[in-house]
């Protein structure tokens, strides 16, 4: 079985730019969760998808980013413009069922983002 | 919110002894720990997960003990190895509703020295 993927795994560019990350779910899972890692610190939450719907967004900083997920299956983060601050690693996860108790999280290998 | 604090930041140790990380939380509403292993250009792995319901788990040389009462737990990795080597994360969640966020702690870079 296949494990969550994402596109691409680095990134370089320059403030103000537009940035697009791509996230693959294991097929079936209807829970996908977007995480971020600045400068070596913890991992901090954005948002969280069930199915197709936007089921907490508590995590997003600004209204800069853009998280969708057409369809439920994949889902795409887009930063614009970017801002040196964004320069981090993100990464998805995604987990079976949207009604059972806490389940385990299956991270993706994260995109790396350096703004410059 | 939840505000989960881990240490120590980096931890070496020799093969073959033994390694704790521990981590406290603060919302006692919290119900689910995961601990994760991120290798090197890779992404977080779940090694080992407890619920409150829980004192203590172990699977091989790992093992996770709680402490509902202080708010802490701890991961515990027996007869370290060379491939331990990685940085360790704890995590907290609420298992309420539709509330399923982990909340990091900021890590533990465990080096194991042959």
């Known amino acids: 079985e296949a494990g969550v993927t994402q596109f691409p795994s680095h990134s370089v560019i320059e403030k103000g730019q537009t940035v697009t990350l791509r996230c693959d779910p294991i097929?079936?899972?209807?829970?996908l969760y977007w995480y971020r890692r600045v400068m070596g610190k913890e991992i901090k939450f954005l948002l969280h998808?069930?199915?197709?719907?936007?089921?907490?967004e508590s995590g997003m900083p600004n209204n800069r980013f853009l998280a969708e997920r057409t369809g439920g299956t994949y889902s795409t983060l887009k930063v614009q413009p970017a801002e040196l601050e964004d320069s981090g690693v993100y990464f998805c996860?995604?987990?079976?069922?949207?009604?059972?108790?806490?389940?385990?999280?299956?991270f993706g290998p994260g995109t790396r983002l350096l703004v410059l | 919110g939840e505000n989960v604090e881990q240490h120590p930041s980096t931890l070496s140790v020799q093969e073959g002894d033994s390694a704790v990380i521990k981590c406290t939380y603060s919302?006692?509403?919290?119900?689910?720990f995961p601990w994760y292993k991120q290798e090197l250009g890779k992404g977080p792995q779940l090694i080992i997960d407890i619920r409150s319901n829980v004192g203590e788990k172990k699977d091989q040389r790992i093992a996770v003990t709680l402490n509902k009462t202080a708010k802490h737990f701890s991961l515990h990795i027996t007869e370290t190895q060379p491939e331990d080597s990685a940085v360790y994360f704890c995590?907290?969640?609420?298992?309420?509703?539709?509330?399923?966020?982990?909340?990091f702690g900021s890590g533990t870079q465990l080096t194991v020295l042959p």
């Open positions: 097929s079936g899972h209807d829970n």
């Open positions: 996860a995604s987990s079976p069922g949207s009604t059972r108790i806490q389940e385990t999280q299956y």
């Open positions: 919302d006692s509403a919290s119900n689910y």
């Open positions: 995590a907290a969640s609420i298992s309420s509703g539709s509330a399923r966020q982990l909340t």
């Open positions: 998808f069930v199915k197709e719907s936007k089921q907490d």
